[in-house]
């Protein structure tokens, strides 16, 4: 678990270093804020899949098994 930590912590601050690195001309910097935005943006989109892809359909069949074995019956539909 320790392990696991200290990785996580260190690949967190891998972008506040390379955005402030001293020594670099605002052009690279600019291009280094771009392609931080990107990997960002890509990072985003794989959380918003996993739980639209994996974790909701996992909770929705969790949640009809449950209204099931109590046998209760809706008259509007459940929100995600």
């Not at 601050?13 to 402030?20: I, M």
């Not at 794989?46 to 109590?70: G, K, N, Q, R, S």
Request: charged share 10%; proline share 6%.
């Amino acid at each position: 678990l320790v392990l696991l930590l200290l990785l996580t912590a260190l690949c967190s601050l891998v972008p506040v270093c390379a955005l402030r690195r001293p020594g670099a001309n605002p052009e690279a910097s600019a291009s280094r804020q771009k392609a931080l935005s990107l990997i960002s943006c890509f990072a985003g989109g794989v959380f918003l899949a996993t739980c639209l892809l994996d974790l909701l359909p996992d909770y929705l069949a969790a949640i009809d098994e449950a209204l099931a074995a109590l046998h209760v019956t809706l008259q509007f539909p459940l929100q995600e």
